[in-house]
């Protein structure tokens, strides 16, 4: 044990303020009288970083030294949205407080202020990206040892501006003042092989074996960010990789000519972690993006291979020291990678293999829409990946002969299953290659599950029944109640003792007999209140408009998709802006309903929705008598950080995707932990928190899964519904009019003529329903204490949708892992 001194360990306000000014001094170069605020930000992240990295080496070696017997969790997924780190360590380390006093004591009064510098890193999409970040919390809460494997993109998702009511995209430069949360491992990387071709050879055993002569190599570094569990003794760790070019012999250049071509080498290899993808652009980037994916799957179970010899243990013995989560399809070539590294490259038998691959690997739906499932190209495929597509073949063939001894004859059934789909052009089919190399399969909300085995995977459901789990989403109550709502979270404490935050499920209840009393109702309210302001604060900062705190928040936020229905909501929008012209708004209860979230740069329709929105929002806001009781905001770029004032200040929280779409949603329990009431539709993880808060505190609308099936099988004619609807009709008419675009009456037909020829998402079958349970939320709204009533409940009653909870599900039904404490040296 190495004896450090406390100044890079200790936790008390002394050693924390010592060791500031130390960093500030011996890592930046300054002096405090010298020191800029991002100065400040750096030296204090070091300085939280110093304080992790004690526990971070044990947990380390737990799973590195030979005489630990515990199976680790390998999360590998090509987005973790991380958010920004600073705060969140300040919370799982407790040692807020300290950190205050440290800084005030070197003269720096406003943490909030450094908090601010954080450059966050986009490192995903939505909720994908941000489940597998939540999942890293509790792991590492639960002392669950997990390594969380992905990319360091150097642009994350990008960042977003509107002008003139449009979305424009602009690079998210997160490195741009360096990320002092990372440890660059120079010594921890791996070669990657892409494109060649194969070639048989006899082994020295006189084994018929095959070999990849690849055409060329990539090198992948590792990239560590610790992860820090909730005043526990674990610190897990990220390890995103990043590509560099292989050193080679191109490098020890002979000529000008040679060593510009390795420049030009060392530019295209580099170039496979540059970017992150948007997941709803399905054309852009295919190549590249098969390349990413492989990449870092395969840097990643090499370095799983790599800490399993560390540890001392025989390779036939993978599937006991890991188990490795696919999130999504996005990993799924694990599956062959795996077999690959066992079979080529360690001389494995097949059979042996397999075994272990199927035993190692559990694979996580996401998603149900058919636009959103990957499948490659096969030629693509195999120009990329030709030894892969080799083992996928002996895959497919030894499953698909398994399945027609079982099933003799069902020839529509063997071509349902292939891995290969043999319709139109070839295409590999990604979720069923995980599908087969897994041992477990789960959809992420109890009626994702339902409808993955009913619909996309029913054959798997139907052949192989053992393998298929629910496991519904939660989300870290660390980030998502106490660093983003303190106040709350300090009342909470105050009330029922300080154990909620690592035990949601047992513990938030206890707030429940709370909901009638009256001080606590009130204490309730006068933190909701100021959440408001501080939202408007920023509003006015960043948009110029000006919003009433007093009047009932109404928000959705989530990346724009046409079957989210923001379009849903602006159609109620535009009836209430009709109505109120018409009548006296005095009764009307205010409301401001705020949208934020990210379209996809090629998705043309998100993006119009976007100009909907914005135009929409300035004829309400400028309408004098309207704007008196409702007003329409688009808060641009929302990402991990705006959202930390979003979901605390929230009455209402819009949950309105067409039912059977929208397989969790992690936004609706975010909301719900902070208060807000949802108004929403029977999909995804929305059937549960209801169920959950009691369907008296849930405001319920729309279609069932199930009768959005049977309509669309009827021939659903959405023009009749216009036709007959009058209110619906004079919201519709007004767009196609050019009221909201300057007289432009073409730029909004597309949307108009899609609605009412085809409307994919049924908004005009739901119309009438929303409309009529807003009114019920705005009556609901007028009466304060039962609302505040309502709104103790629902975050007394969403203890479950903790992601401890979701945690402990995995270990136990899918990865069958057991928490261990490392010892602290
Ligand atoms: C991808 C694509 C690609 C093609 C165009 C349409 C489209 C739409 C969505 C996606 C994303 C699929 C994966 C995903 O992000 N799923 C989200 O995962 C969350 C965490 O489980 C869950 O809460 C969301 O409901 C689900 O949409």
Redesign the pocket.
Known sequence: PIALTNVRTGLGADAIATALIENLYCLLGKLPQHATRNDWYMCLAYTVRDRMMERYVATLASITETNTAAKAVAYLSAEFLTGPHLGNSLVNLGIWQAVEEALSRVGQDDLSSLLDQEEEPGLG????GR?AACYMDSLATLNVPAIGYGIRYEFGIFDQAIRDGWQVELTDKWLRFGNPWEIVRSEITFDVKLGGRTEPYYDEAGRYRMRWLSEKVVKGVAYDTPVPGYRVPTTNLLRLWKAEAAESFDFEAFNVGDYYRAVDEKIASETISKVLYP????EAGKQLRLAQQYFFVSCSLQDMIRLLIMRGKPLDEFHSYWAAQLN?THPSIAVAELMRLLVDEHAMEWDQAWAITQQTCGY?N??L?A??LERWPLPLFARLLPRHLEIIYEINRRFLNDIRLRYPGDDQLLQRLSLIDEAGGKHMRMAHLASVGSHAING?AALHTELLKQTLLSDFHRVAPEKFFNVT?GVTPRRWIALSNPNLSALITRKIGDRWLADLEHELEHLEPLAIDGDFQKEWQAIKADNKRVLAGLIKERTGIIIEPHSLFDIQVKRL?EYKRQHLNVLYLVTLFNKLRRVSSAAEIPRTVIFGGKAAPGYRMAKLIIKLINSVAAAINQDPVVSQVLKVVFLPDFNVKTSHHVYPAADLSEQISTAGK?????GNMKFAMNGALTIGTLD??NVEIRDAVGHENFFLFGLTAAEVERLKAEAYTPRSIYDSNAELREAIDLISSGFFSNGDRGLFQSLVESLITRDDYMLLADYQAYVECQQRVSQAYSDQNAWTRMSILNCARVGRFSSDRSIREYCRDIWNVRPIVPDER
Do not use: R
């Not at 999409?125 to 994908?128: A, E, P, V, Y």
């Not at 929208?662 to 992690?666: F, K, L, N, P, R």
């Open positions: 999409n939505g909720g994908l489940l997941n709803d652009e399905p999504d996580t996401h998603t829409l636009e959103a992420v989403n998709h929208e397989a969790s949603g992690t995804g993880a």
